[in-house]
């Protein structure tokens, strides 16, 4: 007979638990609450035996053993935070109670998760507010419960709830972050890189989407296919870890691109494959001088003419080479042009043909810069056999005058003057007779009349 009465006791208390769940029903995730005691009028809050509200947060009174909050919530929990204080009624140093945060999956049987006391729990401080947060709630959990167990002094306030959405599946990356990628603008792509995937308690398929200017493939090499999105798909909650591929998209304009690869699986947290790139402007050497040079001389007598050199974004100095069968009677004033931060000024170069018998001569003039277009120029020379009329004189008389060089010459030959170190200042053709040049330049300067050269010091 007793044990029948028992029996319909408990049958009776779980029913009337079930009877007030299903009145108060559940919360969803994100829940938030800072009121007083809420009795069954907040969804998925109850109480039980709260005192009268506090005026201020937290507002909810535990006044006696006994008084209890129960949160019951759908999903899985996340983040848990509550403001909680202690607020003695005699003096004392600590609380010397029982106060207990509690979880359950079923509501029926509970496990501790803080504890506040002096002697086995956290302390609490008369009067002094304290905000405590939770992030390692059981994801099986489905109720919180606050309650006195033990009241030996003062009131407990509790207020501010706050409860984050879980997360029961979970995604692994690896690595986060992927930096490099690189390429000469019009040179694209640039070379993949590559990071893996793996989930697992998953209810869901995994999505991997690219930023704009990523492209992602299950394949490399030849067997890159750029997809988006790409879809792994879950097999009894669990994907295998899986290789992706990424690289920096063709076409772009140069600049840095810093964008993430996003993975997300429904019922995971998303995850993030941050991507760091960088398109390089083109390298690019400029000769103003379009055609191909061409020289004329008489045999043993030396011509020179000028080029006019650039460059921009280049990783290397400028490099400038003859080569060909007739290369050795072609000389230049240099033969690399120093390039800083990527960029060479206009520069001149000075070309120098010396045939030593009558005929045409050719070589390839090449002006190169690792990673740039090279700049290529074939140089024509043509001797003359030297005669009486046109034999070359060795030497040329100049003077000075007010700053102006004077010398005789003959109507229609070629006045070129240069600077020491070989670049032209100065070309004409001459007149009859005395010939008057003014110039801005000063120090030692060459001046080559036809095929006469002299030097005077300005």
Known sequence: MKSNTLFKIVFLGAMLFVVRVCIVGQATLPFTYDGGNPTTTVTGLTSIGLGADYGATPKMKFSASGNSVILNFSGVPGALSFKIRWNQSTPATRFPGDFTLQQSDDGITYTTVQLYNTTSGTSLANG???????TTLLSTSRYLKWVYSTKTNGNISLGAITLSQGYASFLTIS?????????????????EQSFTVSGSSLTDNIVLTPPTDYEISKGTGVAFVPTNPITLTQSGGIIA?????SRLKNGLSAG????????????????????TGTVIPNPTITLIDITNPSLSTVQGSPVSQTLNVSGVNLNVDLGIAITGADAPLFSLSQYAVTQTGGNVPNTIVTITY?????????????????GAMAVIRTLNGVASIATDVNTPKTSLFISVENGNVLFNATAGE???????????LFQKLAVDGINTIALTNHGVLLVKVGDRVGKVIL
């Open 128 to 134: 002094v507010l304290v905000t405590e947060t939770f």
């Open 175 to 191: 690595p986060t972050t992927l930096n490099g990628f690189t390429y000469v603008a019009t040179n694209g792509p640039s070379t």
């Open 241 to 245: 870890g899986t290789t992706i591929y």
């Open 256 to 275: 840095n691109y810093n964008e993430n690869i996003t993975v997300s699986s429904v019922g995971a947290s998303t995850g993030n494959v941050a991507c």
């Open 354 to 370: 010396s045939p030593t018998l009558a005929g045409t001569n050719s070589a390839i003039l090449t002006m190169s810069s690792t």
């Open 414 to 424: 070629m006045v070129e003057i240069f600077n020491s170190i070989g670049q032209k």
